[in-house]
Nanobody
């Protein structure tokens, strides 16, 4: 059974950094597109970043240049390094794994950017 477990969220001041990690099990990790969505209170869910099996990445305009996604196929993990965080980055961040429309989700981790 597929399972995605996120870690690394927390409270950080504006301008600070956080690193989110997602550990996957129960899937053939290397063939899945991995990524992160986020959802803030009262807002629609937003794709933040994704990385293909060939390690090609895409970012939302709002985070490009500040966030970096990477994957470790040997360790079945995907990471998201978030720099220069802003209050608008406050949200629950969800890890996902997608293969040809079959999508699995993590439980989410809270990121709060506040002074």
């Amino acid at each position: 059974q597929a399972q995605l477990v996120e870690s690394g969220g927390g409270l950080v001041q504006p301008g600070g950094s956080l690193r989110l990690s997602c550990s996957a099990s129960g899937i053939t990790f290397s063939i899945f597109t991995m990524g992160w969505y986020r959802q803030a209170p009262g807002k629609q869910r937003e794709m933040v970043a994704r990385i293909s099996p060939a390690s090609r990445w895409n970012y939302a305009d709002s985070v490009r240049g500040r966030f970096a996604i990477s994957r470790d196929n040997a360790g079945n993990t995907v990471s998201l390094v978030m720099n220069n965080l802003k209050p608008d980055d406050t949200a629950i961040y969800y890890c996902y794994a997608d293969y040809r429309g079959s999508t699995h989700w993590g439980q989410g981790t809270q990121v709060t950017v506040s002074s």
